[in-house]
């Protein structure tokens, strides 16, 4: 983050999203803060809290994909949950705690993958070692039988009775002669070696092999209770594998395979599994981000209704209030602060306001982001400019099975104006508007492109689109179902 001033975030933003520059900028400072909070006297650095953003718009105008693109630039745990969820929960919504513990959860396994990528090396090494002991164990030297120690007096004693003399310790069988033994053990050496180097270039991991693995299969027990009946459930599962022993189970499987199921088991070996929840519990409480969608669904006041679930709407508001305030989770990982994480709001807002949400809640979004509605030259945009492009992205789909398919600018033109006029006369879907229309007008190439495969290049030109459209277009009530 050290290297990321707010022009530089909001230029990575731009490579996924058109416009929405108020959005961008007000993102990029709320993550440039959380850089400079660290770099403050410790004892200032508990008091300064995250700005929360409310983000106002339509949908499909790049709400969610902002904040999802500003967690993957920050390498920061992040989650989306619904707002509306909570309301199937009951009066009050008690569940709230859930996108917290989801949160720390997600923070585990990325602090674990990325752990597991910095032995990655070692791990491989001892898989190699592994493999050989499998393919070429080592040969063990035999020693001579002797008598026990204990067993000595009793021989002694039926030696006396018998009149025969205590039995000689059995001596080794010799065989073959010493030198014989090395140059076996020399040979079986030159084996392994020769093995080692062939399954470091991959030439042997087409062959099968016997591999003893973990079985991970565990009973699974789900309990009620005030944290939630699947939280708990998993608690007590990993309880019980705890008490049990680690069962081991032979899997046939090529060498490939081997290589990577092997490298999971020894890299888990090698990690401090306590440091990893320690630096997830902190990542989450330091730079987590929660992203709340459809906060506008729940913003009904009582006074305002007329009695049915607009109770329940303020419930769910003053139960997620202690969540944004700052309030302590327990989670099976143990307690996360959520003071510090950072907390995205996001509702279309086009039949209540932002004002009617509880006073208290709203305070604790003090940063207020209206996105733009999306036009014609923004689809345009849209289409061709980001690196994950639409246009792009259907290329490269029909590429795979050789259809080259080219668009020509008139022809991006006229999807993004059909995108708009749809959008104008139906719901307004922004963006996603363009997916509907993409996959109407490409559904026959993609159909038969198995057989179009060895056939020239496909244009699709302005005539071509309004030819496979309009139609659907000119006929409204078609239109409500396909577009």
Known sequence: MEDLTPKQIVSELDKYIVGQDKAKRAVAIALRNRYRRRQIPEDMREEVIPKNILMIGPTGVGKTEIARRLAQIARAPFIKVEATKFTEVGYVGRDVDSMVRDL?????????NEKVAEVEGQARELVIERILEIMQPMPRSEKPTRIPKELEAAYEVVGQLLGSQKPAEAEPETTQPETTAEEDLARRMRIREKLRKQLIEGVLDD?????????????????FTPQGMEEMGVDMQSMLGG??????????VTVGEAKEILAQEEARRLLDQDQITRDAIERTEETGIIFVDELDKIAGREKDSQGGPQVSREGVQRDILPIIEGSTVMTKFGPVRTNHVLFIAAGAFHISKPSDLIPELQGRLPIRVELDSLHADDFKRILTEPKNALVKQYT??????????????????????????????MENIGARRLHTIMECLLED??????DLASEKPITIDAAIVRERLEGILKNEDLSKYIL
């Open 445 to 450: 190439i993609s159909f038969n492109a198995s």
């Open 243 to 252: 008490m049990m022993p680690r069962r081991r189970k032979m899997k046939t």
């Open 396 to 425: 490269a789909l029909l590429g795979t099975e050789g259809v080259n398919v080219v668009f020509t600018d008139d022809a991006i033109s006229e999807i993004a104006r059909m995108a708009a006029e749809v959008n104008s006369q």
């Open 104 to 112: 720390v959860q997600l923070a585990v396994r990325m602090v674990e």
């Open 207 to 223: 062959h099968k092999i016997d591999i003893e693995v973990e079985d991970t299969a565990s009973p699974f027990l789900q309990v």
